[in-house]
């Protein structure tokens, strides 16, 4: 842990659902709202050089739809989330963190749990795996994402989410789990979303703040 990483818990809500629930759609706009910051766990995973060990391992294990081993995954989000804080990109003492594929599994999120107080965990829920393998196809095509280009990791990757992610609902069981429809329009889930937002007593002292 380090010197320059906040004492207290960071105030942080998790975005969790399968592959094409549209975490990184939601993620990205509640982002450019002021007070929240987006942190994608993939996005950080794409942004390193494939040329180095450990974005060597990224390509290795995200193309076979599987997820990276925990202990790269977890050093990897700390060293990017310190760097945000050094640069103030994100201030944690006002900003809320919004969590997009990670944790991705109930050791990542037992590790996650000393550094982050988790306020609220929107689960995007789409029973409808055909509706998302049909998203992904579609997202591989426009962003050249070789783990949404074949079907069979597709499907591995729905496989993983049942198996590793979706435990992690029961981790944080309770209150703090918000179940949203994934299937409607983009903006009602957004809608929904800010909705569990408001209600929150942290929301409610942020807004006082005026910050
Ligand atoms: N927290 C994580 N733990 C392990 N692997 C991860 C994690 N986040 C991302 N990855 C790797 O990156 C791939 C792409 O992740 P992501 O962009 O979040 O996909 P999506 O938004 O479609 O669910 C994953 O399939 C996995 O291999």
Redesign the pocket.
């Known amino acids: 842990m380090s010197d320059h990483f906040p004492q207290e818990r960071i105030k942080a809500f998790l975005i969790l659902?399968?592959?094409?629930?549209g975490?990184?759609t939601q993620g990205k706009v509640l982002g450019s709202i002021p007070r929240f910051h987006h942190l994608?766990?993939?996005?950080?995973?794409?942004s390193l050089d494939t040329r180095t060990p450990i974005g060597q391992k990224?390509v290795e294990?995200?193309s076979r739809?599987?997820?990276?081993?925990?202990d790269v995954?977890v050093q990897l989000?700390h060293a990017n989330l310190k760097q945000r804080i050094d640069a103030h990109m994100f201030k944690p003492e006002i900003d809320f963190l919004v969590l997009?594929?990670?944790?991705?599994?109930v050791e990542?999120a037992k590790y996650m749990e000393p550094h982050i107080e988790v306020l609220k965990v929107f689960h995007l829920s789409c029973p409808d795996r055909t509706e998302l393998a049909r998203r992904?196809r579609k997202?591989a095509l426009k962003d050249n994402?070789f783990?949404?280009a074949n079907e069979s990791v597709i499907q591995q990757?729905f496989a993983?989410?049942e198996a590793e992610t979706k435990p992690i609902l029961e981790y944080y069981a309770g209150d703090r789990i918000l179940d949203i429809d994934a299937s409607q329009a983009p903006a009602k889930v957004l809608y929904d979303i800010i909705g569990g937002v408001m209600e929150l007593k942290e929301w409610k002292e942020l807004e006082k703040m005026k910050v």
Not at 17 to 21: E, I, K, L, M, V
Not at 40 to 45: E, L, P, T, W
Not at 65 to 70: I, S, T, Y
């Open positions: 659902g399968a592959p094409g629930s975490k990184g994608a766990c993939g996005d950080v995973f794409r990224f294990y995200s739809g599987e997820l990276v081993p925990d995954t989000w997009d594929g990670i944790p991705r599994n990542q992904l997202r994402r783990d949404d990757r993983t989410y």
